[in-house]
Every structure is written in structure tokens, then in C-alpha cells.
């Protein structure tokens, strides 16, 4: 157990939906990464957020959006779904000075849209 | 071409057997880290290392810098290390985002 804990596990919607994955980092992190990872693409790269600050994007859709709150969860919305968002998403999170640690990842969310 | 390369894709051994996956990057770096990915789909962390040699267990990770290459060695391999091991670089223009290659799937046989 990472300490890293996503909900729901499971998300299954329509085409045209919105949903919200919630992300709880580890105590005292303060870095939340969030990662996709689909058949076709693997695993990218899609948004960082440091204690509530976005610091760096990466391949996030106009239709994806993120934040960190003050206790430092962080939420990813997907909205307008299509098929191909179907996809495993991870968060990860990381200690105060994330160039030198580790990151933990959590077990992830599996989107299903049909 | 992808800036972190995995060989071999696919890998089966037998139980017992010494077990080497390489990584390849091509851009600067600060750190790598060997993750793994089991079926169930969660990833664990195995190590971050930027420099030298690391060993937990049965896993050791090996980096050169100069080379631009790291393995991932398992030695008297199990069923239950089956898994997919993915290779992951931070650090220079990417900061600390991790960049990923496409794994390798090792299956060991009893």
C-alpha cells in the first residue's frame, strides 16, 4: 500500500459525460501527478500540481481539467467523454522537493466509456 | 523515436533463471526509476536511482550515465515476479514528470 489512495476504482459512463477522479496523496506530500494510460498510448504524462499551484502539463485535453485542493487532494475532470478517454488513470504523489524523491503511485482509476 | 526505449518487450524465463531488462534514454535526466505493473493494473515503485547500483532483495538496478542505459536484473526468478516492468526518466526539460517506456512483460514459468 503506497499511501496513495484513488476513488472510485471503477468508472463506467457514456460518451458525452462528465466524471471526477479523486486523488488523496500521501501525508505530507505535496506533489500530485496524474498519469493516463491507455492500450494505444501507454502511460503519459498529464498534469502536476504543487501545493495547489499547476506547475507543468502535459498531453491534458481541452476537456480534462485538474486541481489541488487546500488539503491537498486533487480532483481530475473529464468532460465530453469519448471512447477513446477509456483509459487506466494513476495519480502519483511526491514528497516537498520532487526532482530528488520518489513518486508513489495510487491504485488508479479504470474509465470505461461506452 | 520514443526518448525512453525498453528491451526486450516480451521476456519468459523459467523459475530460477537470471533475468535482465535493459533501458535506453536519450535526453538528460536527474533520476530513473523501474516501476512495476502487475495484472491487477496498480504500479509499484522499485527504485530511483541517478547514479550507480541499487539492490532490494532478488532486484538489482544498475544505471550509467555517461551510456545513457540502465538495467533491471532479477536473480532466481519466481511465478510471482510475472509483471510488467516499466522504465521511467525525470529531470532536464521535463522537470519532475516522469516520461515513460513502453514496458516489458515478463512471464516466469514454474
Known amino acids: 500500500d503506497s499511501g496513495v489512495t484513488q476513488t472510485p476504482k471503477h468508472l463506467i459512463t457514456a460518451t458525452g459525460q462528465r466524471v471526477t477522479l479523486r486523488c488523496s496523496p500521501r501525508?505530507?506530500?505535496?506533489?500530485v501527478y496524474w498519469y493516463q494510460q491507455s492500450l494505444d498510448q501507454g502511460l503519459q504524462f498529464l498534469i502536476h500540481?504543487?501545493?495547489?499551484?499547476?506547475?507543468a502539463k502535459g498531453n491534458i485535453l481541452e476537456r480534462f481539467s485538474a486541481q489541488q485542493f487546500p488539503d491537498l487532494h486533487s480532483e481530475l475532470n473529464l468532460s465530453s467523454l469519448e471512447l477513446g478517454d477509456s483509459a487506466l488513470y494513476f495519480c502519483a504523489s511526491s514528497p516537498r522537493d520532487p526532482i530528488y524523491n520518489e513518486q508513489f503511485f495510487g491504485p488508479g482509476t479504470r474509465l470505461t466509456v461506452l | 523515436k520514443n526518448e525512453v526505449e525498453q528491451s526486450p518487450q516480451n521476456l519468459t524465463a523459467q523459475e530460477g533463471e537470471f533475468i535482465t531488462i535493459n533501458c535506453s534514454y536519450s535526453?538528460?535526466?536527474?533520476?530513473l526509476h523501474w516501476l512495476q505493473q502487475h495484472p491487477g493494473g496498480g504500479i509499484v515503485s522499485l527504485f530511483m536511482l541517478s547514479s550507480g547500483k541499487k539492490k532490494h532483495g532478488r532486484l538489482i538496478a544498475t544505471i550509467n550515465i555517461q551510456e545513457k542505459h540502465s538495467s533491471l536484473h532479477i536473480t532466481a526468478s519466481h511465478p510471482r515476479d510475472s509483471a510488467v516492468y516499466i522504465c521511467?526518466?525525470?529531470?532536464?526539460?521535463?522537470?519532475?514528470?516522469?516520461?515513460f517506456g513502453e514496458g516489458t512483460q515478463l512471464t516466469v514459468n514454474p
Open positions: 500540481y504543487y501545493n495547489g499551484e499547476e506547475r
Open positions: 535526453v538528460g535526466i536527474s533520476a
Open positions: 501525508s505530507g506530500d505535496l506533489s
Open positions: 521511467a526518466v525525470k529531470g532536464g526539460t521535463s522537470g519532475s514528470r516522469l516520461t
